[in-house]
């Protein structure tokens, strides 16, 4: 059967280890004052892109990139746990106030935004962009049987 191996963590000398996650981890080269927080909510998934005021993106995160399969990537579960990613980064950055675009119907649209306010991070404007279709798409002709 072999040995058993017992794991252990080379980094967890005494002196105070703090576990970080992976994006605080990473320390970002860039300082940003204000900046627009884009969040697309479909039915199936929830993403989120930071960008500065000129629209370059800055960080972006989805619910799929965090690990959530199937379903579960359009809960606002999955969305709050964006939020709070999304605003973590954007401290790191020492971001102070944000306008937020929000386009989509999904459920996870409210649950982002308010994950992101929770860290302290002033919001300016919340708009809604969703598409809304004018008259769509030429009707199918009546069947003939």
Not at 4 to 10: D, E, L, S, V, W
Request: charged share 25%.
């Amino acid at each position: 059967m072999g040995k058993k191996r017992i794991a252990t963590n080379k980094n967890s000398g005494g002196s105070g280890s703090k576990t970080k996650t992976r994006s605080a981890s990473r320390a970002s080269k860039r300082k940003l004052d204000s900046g627009v927080l884009y969040v697309l909510a479909t039915y199936n998934n929830t993403r989120m892109t930071l960008t500065d005021r000129e629209g370059g993106v800055v960080s972006f995160a989805t619910s799929g990139g965090l690990g959530f399969k199937g379903a579960k990537k359009g809960t606002p579960f999955a969305a709050g746990k964006i939020g709070d990613l999304m605003a973590e980064r954007a401290e790191t950055m020492g971001l102070k106030d944000v306008d937020v675009v929000v386009r989509g119907v999904g459920a996870g649209r409210e649950s982002a935004v308010r994950a992101f306010a929770a860290h302290g991070i002033t919001l300016n404007s919340i708009r809604d962009k969703t598409p809304v279709p004018h008259n769509g798409p030429r009707p199918k002709k009546p069947r003939r049987v």
